[in-house]
């Protein structure tokens, strides 16, 4: 008896979803035009909410290597709908399970290429299994040349941040200082200022005082978003001595 095709089920439904005048608005949030960090990447005008039902929907239904499949979708959102699936198949997974979905992962990070996808899923499956681990694959990504690569590294340590440990995602960071894309410069900033509210107000301090010359000031725009106002006019100044 021929086996039902649970993949073919996926893709008719986001399908049947498609919505083409969302899908032309996300393409311009998304920054797919010519010379833009998304150029060319395809979009079918689903909103997040409802790739999530539509990810629950089949997470127990899709194999890991119809998952996969998924994962190489010309179109976004079922790119996404596959890292939400493979963020759950993680989370109830045996050891074998982890390693085999970490090992996946890696290998289909030139499918993991928008800032939307590395952050909903590097810390789960990245961070989590490197959390008792060698932590050296976090600096391997860090010196890539793929921007999604060196995002999912910073990224992968927000676990790690919520635990409040600090040290690891301040090495990573002073990797990135002269990184020059502002999708960076976002990640990084975004990690230090949670590392101030999770962590150390303190620690983040001494951070930015020490590696205030180099650090982008988008980078540090966002660290300091919390910041007493008066406090945040003299960082933004350089007047914090």
Same mark, same amino acid.
């Given at each position: 008896?021929?086996?039902?095709?649970?993949?073919?089920?996926?893709?008719?439904?986001?399908?049947?979803?498609?919505?083409?005048?969302?899908?032309?608005?996300?393409?311009?949030?998304?920054?797919?035009?010519?010379?833009?960090?998304?150029?060319?990447?395809?979009?079918?005008?689903?909103?997040?909410?409802?790739?999530?039902?539509?990810?629950?929907?089949?997470?127990?239904?899709?194999?890991?290597? &119809?998952?996969?499949?998924?994962?190489?979708?010309?179109?976004?959102?079922?790119?996404? %709908? %596959?890292?939400?699936?493979?963020?759950?198949?993680?989370?109830?997974?045996?050891?074998?399970?982890?390693?085999?979905?970490?090992?996946?992962?890696?290998?289909?990070?030139?499918?993991?290429?928008?800032?939307?996808?590395?952050?909903?899923?590097?810390?789960?499956?990245?961070?989590?299994?490197?959390?008792?681990?060698?932590?050296?694959?976090?600096?391997?990504?860090?010196?890539?040349?793929?921007?999604?690569?060196?995002?999912?590294?910073?990224? %992968?340590?927000?676990?790690?941040?919520?635990?409040?440990?600090?040290?690891?995602?301040?090495?990573?960071?002073?990797?990135?200082?002269?990184?020059?894309?502002?999708?960076?410069?976002?990640?990084?900033?975004?990690?230090?200022?949670?590392?101030?509210?999770?962590?150390?107000?303190?620690?983040?301090?001494?951070?930015?005082?020490?590696?205030?010359?180099?650090?982008?000031?988008?980078?540090?725009?966002?660290?300091?978003?919390?910041?007493?106002?008066?406090?945040? &006019?003299?960082?933004?100044?350089?007047?914090?001595?």
């Amino acid at each position: 008896m021929k086996t039902f095709n649970w993949l073919k089920a996926v893709e008719a439904e986001f399908g049947k979803e498609a919505d083409p005048l969302k899908a032309k608005i996300l393409r311009r949030f998304f920054k797919t035009g010519r010379g833009e960090y998304a150029e060319g990447d395809r979009f079918l005008g689903l909103t997040v909410p409802g790739i999530r039902l539509i990810a629950k929907k089949y997470t127990g239904l899709l194999t890991l290597t &119809q998952t996969s499949t998924l994962l190489r979708s010309p179109f976004h959102e079922e790119r996404l %709908a %596959a890292l939400l699936i493979l963020k759950e198949k993680y989370k109830s997974g045996n050891i074998a399970d982890k390693n085999r979905i970490f090992r996946l992962y890696l290998s289909h990070t030139s499918f993991i290429n928008n800032w939307d996808l590395v952050d909903l899923s590097a810390e789960h499956i990245v961070g989590a299994w490197l959390e008792d681990k060698n932590k050296q694959p976090l600096f391997r990504l860090i010196r890539s040349k793929s921007l999604w690569e060196r995002r999912i590294a910073l990224l %992968a340590t927000f676990r790690y941040i919520k635990a409040g440990e600090s040290a690891l995602t301040l090495k990573l960071v002073k990797e990135v200082l002269e990184d020059k894309h502002d999708l960076m410069h976002k990640a990084t900033g975004w990690m230090l200022r949670e590392i101030g509210k999770r962590c150390s107000p303190d620690i983040l301090k001494i951070f930015l005082r020490t590696s205030y010359a180099r650090l982008p000031r988008t980078a540090l725009r966002y660290a300091i978003e919390h910041f007493p106002e008066k406090e945040r &006019q003299k960082y933004l100044r350089g007047d914090f001595c």
